[in-house]
């Protein structure tokens, strides 16, 4: 019998480690491919949907922020975080790639740091239905 139970918990221990391991790696995909998302519709001329709606739930909740923050300031945290990813990312065919794409998400904070977020929302709104 002990022996069944140890087979039993061996099997129970390599099933989670399976289990853990699949999940961490489509969890990294899923982060890494959010991240390239981002940066594609940004280089498209819009705001990634997912972005506006995270900063569309936070103004609508600001007991939750630390501190009085706008949704442009919201939007530019967001695009310097990606800069920052880009910067240090591996997954370029070459450094020209990179420094374009750095080149382009520069410009574009730019723009967006001249803006309200009511403007650039607009802006999205506007663009999203030319792309469609």
Known sequence: MPLLTF???????LAIVGFLVVYTRRVTTVALTDQFRAGETIVD??????????????LAFPRFLRRDVSGTELALDKIDKLYRFYEKSPFF????????LLEQLRE???????MTWEELVSEYTVDKKQHH
């Open 7 to 13: 087979a039993l918990f061996v099997a129970a221990v």
């Open 93 to 100: 065919e070459n450094e020209k790639t990179r420094q374009l």
């Open 45 to 58: 001329g819009r705001i990634p949907d997912q972005w506006v709606a995270q900063i569309n739930r936070r």
């Open 108 to 114: 574009t904070r730019e723009r967006w740091a001249k």
